[in-house]
């Protein structure tokens, strides 16, 4: 058996440069600039239930005849033609969901596994047990780095996707990028075991507070660049944050949002070119909103009352 390798930014590059140019290449009829393009990406962590729901209901309720497809895994970009796109439907979504279940495990195992040693982390500094508090926490400091970079550079893939749109700017289509995030969640202490470090080894508790409290503040859009760049191209940009379905927690340990700094700026980036945006467990609600915006049926909702209520709580 061959192993397949992990692709390096490199060869992700390279990859993408190379289908997108032999995508682009080929020849358009006439009778298809009443079409749109539409690109999905998908930067999940975990290939569920949501994702294969998301595929099924775009290429059965939203996608037209003569209409284009991208699609964005976490690992490569394929692009589907009108011509490409007159396969049975049931076989499409067969095949775009093979490419997404092989390169959403590449990251849903790194992933996992980080989130599995965090919470061991959190368990012994929670129970005082195991090494010294300063050992465990920078531990603990090195895996949230870790997330940082599973999660990659997600400007850099919003430049390259824009690149993409750029090229269809003289083909008179409307233009929509569907942006499905999964959010992020961490394991942090709960309030006691946080308040028992306080009261103990002097400044222990501001460290673990620092640690595992803070905001991360090395991920930011230049939501400026973006958002000039996605006018440019005439993209509108849909935001889906998926939640989970269940929050976990345990004793001792909760579950936080490792994601805000994202969600913040896909929300501007969002609002600022005419987007729809939900936050949900489920894609339905926010691909049928697509499909009735495409359609010319209602007025786009800027505006995520989720996440609004999840805030006021």
Partial sequence: MVKSKRLTPGRWLLVFCLCMTMWLSSPVNANQTAGRNFMLVFDVKEYSTPVKEAVTYFINQVLQEGDRLIIASPQRVLGFSPDKLKVPKEQLIRHILEILKTDIARVEVLYRNTIKEMTAEVQAFSVRRGDHPDTIMESYKLHRQALLAIRGNLEERLMKFNKIFRRFKKDNRENHLLMIFQRELRPVPDKNSMDRWHQGISGVGFRAAEIFLAEEKQTKLDIKELEHAFKYAKV?????????????????????????????GLVKLAKATDGIILTSPTPAHFLKKIGRLVEGKVEVEVIDQTMKKEEEK
């Fill in 236 to 264: 509108r940009v849909h935001f889906l944050y998926l939640q989970s379905s269940q929050e976990r927690h345990s004793r001792r340990i909760k579950f936080i949002d490792n994601s805000r700094d994202i969600y913040t």
